[in-house]
Nanobody, 126 residues
């Protein structure tokens, strides 16, 4: 059984930082792309970032580019999202996800990902 477990969410003031982690278990994720998505109340789930197994391919949503950094430790089956200069509009439930898809445009869409974590709440106060 595949499990993705996020951690690291919380309440932070605007301008602050948080580091999210996502630990994968239950199978090998060799070759898999890992992604982060977020969903704010009343809004659709939106792409945040993804990273390929080899770390060669990384992409970010325009809204987080320059502030967020995605990374992964394949030996630990863990992916991270370092979030700096947080804004109130970053408030959402953040989900990690995994896929064996490879097309760049497809990886920006939630439907490309087969495995999902339960989510971790990030709240940024103004």
């Amino acid at each position: 059984q595949v499990q993705l477990v996020e951690s690291g969410g919380g309440l932070v003031q605007a301008g602050g930082s948080l580091r999210l982690s996502c630990a994968a278990s239950g199978r090998t994720f060799s070759g898999y792309v890992m992604g982060w998505f977020r969903q704010a109340p009343g809004k659709e789930r939106e792409f945040v970032a993804y990273i390929s197994w080899s770390v060669v391919r990384i992409a970010y949503a325009d809204s987080v580019k320059g502030r967020f950094t995605i990374s992964r430790d394949n030996a630990k089956n863990t992916v991270y999202l370092q979030m700096n200069s947080l804004k109130p509009e970053d408030t959402a439930v953040y989900y990690c996800a995994s896929t064996d898809a490879s097309q760049g445009w497809f990886l920006l869409q939630a439907r490309a990902y087969a495995y999902w974590g339960q989510g971790t709440q990030v709240t940024v106060s103004s």
